[in-house]
C-alpha cells in the first residue's frame, strides 16, 4: 500500500540489475508505465556518465561485501541521472541497500528515488553565481578588502587591493 501511493518511486531489481518491480510513481515522474519499465536494460534508464558511476559502485559494494568488512545492512545513497520517456533526463536521489539471501549473498537491489532535479539546478545556479563573483574579485581594477568580524582580520584581499598597499596574497 505504502510503496503503490508514495510519490517517489519505490523499485527492485534482480541480481542481474533487471528490474523486478517499479512503484505507480515512475510514470508520473519519468514517464514509463511500470511493466514497461521492467523489459527495459540499465542502459536504457542512465545516462552513459551515470550508468558508470552505478556500476563502478556497485562494484565497490560487492568487493567490500567479499573482504568482509562492510556492514551487511547498510543502504548506500547516490544521485544519478535517467531519462525519461520523452527522452529528456532528470536527477534522482537513489537510497539503495542490497537485497541478501538467507546465508547473506547479493540477491538484488532495493530502492527509493527522489527527483532532485531542481535541486541540482539551483546548485549549478550557484556554482556559476560563485564563479561570477570570483571573477569579478580577482579582476576587479577596485581593491576588495573582506574582514571577519568575529576574529577581526582579513578573510580575503583581492589582487589589486595587495597591490595597492605592497602586499602579496598570502600576507
Do not use: H
Not at 561485501?65 to 525519461?84: C, F, N, P, Q
Not at 545556479?125 to 582580520?153: C, H, N, P
Amino acid at each position: 500500500f505504502l510503496a503503490e501511493n508514495m510519490a517517489d518511486i519505490v523499485w527492485t531489481v534482480d541480481r542481474n540489475l533487471q528490474t523486478t518491480y517499479a512503484s505507480p510513481s515512475i510514470e508520473k515522474i519519468l514517464g514509463f508505465p511500470p511493466e514497461e519499465r521492467k523489459r527495459q536494460p540499465l542502459e536504457e534508464m542512465l545516462t552513459p556518465e551515470s550508468l558508470q558511476k552505478v556500476q563502478e559502485r556497485l562494484m565497490e559494494e560487492i568487493q567490500r561485501d567479499k573482504e568482509g568488512s562492510a556492514d551487511l545492512d547498510r543502504s548506500i545513497t547516490m544521485e544519478v541521472e535517467y531519462y525519461r520517456r520523452d527522452g529528456s533526463t532528470v536527477w534522482m536521489e537513489n537510497r539503495v541497500k542490497m537485497i541478501r539471501d538467507p546465508g547473506n549473498a547479493f540477491n538484488g537491489i532495493i530502492g527509493v528515488s527522489r527527483d532532485i532535479t531542481n535541486r541540482k539546478k539551483a546548485e549549478e545556479a550557484l556554482r556559476e553565481s560563485e564563479e561570477r563573483y570570483r571573477v569579478i574579485f580577482e579582476k576587479s581594477v577596485q581593491g576588495i578588502l573582506a574582514v571577519d568580524l568575529e576574529t577581526k582580520r582579513f578573510a580575503y584581499a583581492n589582487p589589486s587591493i595587495c597591490r595597492m598597499f605592497g602586499y602579496s596574497e598570502t600576507e
